[in-house]
């Protein structure tokens, strides 16, 4: 069974940093995407970053240059490095995950294509 757990959120002021961590379960010799996701309450959820198995990344236009996804396989753990917060980048932040086999395209999808999800984390940037 595949668990995710973020930690990491909290209340920073603009122009701050945050690091969030996602610590995955269940994942053992699994190819895998994942992704942190962000959420503000009565608007649309939107993708922030995205990395494979190999480590390729992708980002939001909104985050480039300013946040990092990396991971540790090692310790299963997935992370988001958030540099130069914006009062924008208010929400909560998901981690999500989804399992393959063979060849994948890229883990830049919908959310509705990620089957597994952390219970999310806060982060406010106040101006």
């Known amino acids: 069974q595949v668990q995710l757990v973020e930690s990491g959120g909290g209340s920073v002021q603009s122009g701050g940093s945050l690091r969030l961590s996602c610590a995955a379960s269940g994942f053992t010799y699994s190819s895998r995407c994942m992704a942190w996701f962000r959420q503000v309450p009565g608007k649309e959820r939107e993708g922030v970053a995205t990395?494979?198995?190999?480590?390729?990344?992708t980002y939001a236009d909104s985050v480039k240059g300013r946040f990092t996804i990396s991971q540790d396989s090692a310790k299963n753990t997935l992370y988001l490095q958030m540099n130069s917060l914006k009062p924008e980048d208010t929400a909560i932040y998901y981690c999500?995950?989804?399992?393959?086999?063979?060849?994948?395209?890229?883990?830049?999808?919908?959310?509705?294509?990620?089957?597994?999800w952390g219970q999310g984390t806060q982060v406010t940037v106040s101006s």
């Open positions: 990395i494979n198995t190999d480590g390729s990344a």
């Open positions: 999500a995950a989804f399992k393959y086999i063979g060849l994948i395209d890229g883990c830049r999808r919908p959310g509705d294509e990620y089957k597994y």
